[in-house]
């Protein structure tokens, strides 16, 4: 595969970006839209993907939701979507290498939580729904309960321990994958220890993975 101009890759995505941004502003049944994930962090490259959530009107939510798969397809180079049934969102690949990763929240339905607290970039809230959440939602803490840490202990030693009998059987690709259910909770387990947020998940996941494999 001939390697891509990461220029090219980096303003497609920005023209992408801007495009989603003007079709949901100028809906008035949306009431809020922002960027999470690395982007909003300042961590990301130009592989990183685009994190987008839009608040909806209550009365809407149920048809956005429904036509989750549908709305990328106006947009200049859709590919394909990627989806689930019964979900609130819809994965979408736009050329040249680009995914845009679109949530519908119902307005009447956000509560404060911690989430709210990691980096987010607004786009559009023009009656200020999203900053009196974040701001509603900045002394709160991310907490990790007893049976939450029993249940990634015994989901991480089940997948060692299925590792090895797979791994003996010869089923090495079905071993990969265990072994890499056992990192996830191994890395959990290190971001409970040294109270990260789930935001620097994936650089401590990172690292973790490098370390193991050297």
Same mark, same amino acid.
């Given at each position: 595969?001939?390697?891509?101009?990461? *220029?090219?890759?980096?303003?497609?995505?920005?023209?992408?970006?801007? +495009? +989603?941004?003007? @079709?949901?502003?100028?809906?008035?049944?949306v009431l809020g839209m922002f960027i999470s994930g690395s982007?909003a962090a300042g961590n990301s490259d130009v592989y990183s993907?685009?994190?987008?959530? +839009?608040?909806?009107r209550l009365e809407r939510h149920d048809w956005f939701v429904?036509? @989750?798969?549908?709305?990328?397809?106006?947009?200049?180079?859709?590919?394909?979507?990627? !989806? $689930?049934?019964?979900? @609130?969102?819809?994965?979408?690949?736009?050329?040249?290498?680009?995914?845009?990763?679109?949530?519908?929240?119902?307005?009447?339905?956000?509560?404060?939580?911690? !989430?709210?607290?990691?980096?987010?970039?607004?786009? %559009?809230?023009?009656?200020?729904? +999203?900053?009196?959440?974040?701001?509603?939602?900045?002394?709160?803490?991310?907490?990790?309960?007893?049976?939450?840490?029993?249940?990634?202990?015994?989901?991480?030693?089940?997948?060692?321990?299925? *590792?090895?009998?797979?791994?003996?059987?010869?089923?090495?690709?079905?071993?990969?994958?265990?072994?890499?259910?056992?990192?996830?909770?191994? $890395?959990?387990?290190?971001?409970?220890?040294? %109270?990260?947020?789930?935001?620097?998940?994936?650089?401590? !996941?990172?690292?973790?993975?490098?370390?193991?494999?050297?």
């Amino acid at each position: 595969m001939a390697s891509m101009d990461l *220029t090219v890759l980096s303003a497609a995505r920005d023209r992408l970006i801007s +495009v +989603v941004s003007d @079709r949901f502003s100028a809906d008035p049944d949306v009431l809020g839209m922002f960027i999470s994930g690395s982007l909003a962090a300042g961590n990301s490259d130009v592989y990183s993907d685009i994190d987008l959530r +839009v608040v909806v009107r209550l009365e809407r939510h149920d048809w956005f939701v429904e036509h @989750r798969r549908d709305i990328p397809q106006q947009w200049p180079g859709f590919l394909f979507n990627e !989806w $689930m049934p019964g979900t @609130r969102h819809c994965v979408s690949h736009f050329r040249p290498f680009n995914k845009l990763d679109i949530f519908y929240l119902d307005a009447t339905k956000l509560t404060p939580s911690p !989430w709210y607290r990691l980096p987010m970039t607004i786009l %559009h809230d023009p009656e200020m729904i +999203v900053a009196d959440l974040v701001a509603r939602s900045k002394d709160l803490v991310f907490t990790v309960t007893a049976d939450e840490i029993d249940f990634s202990i015994s989901k991480g030693l089940a997948a060692a321990h299925e *590792t090895y009998r797979r791994a003996k059987r010869g089923e090495l690709f079905y071993a990969q994958t265990l072994l890499d259910e056992l990192r996830q909770h191994i $890395m959990q387990s290190d971001d409970w220890l040294h %109270h990260r947020t789930p935001g620097l998940r994936f650089h401590g !996941w990172h690292n973790l993975c490098r370390a193991i494999r050297h």
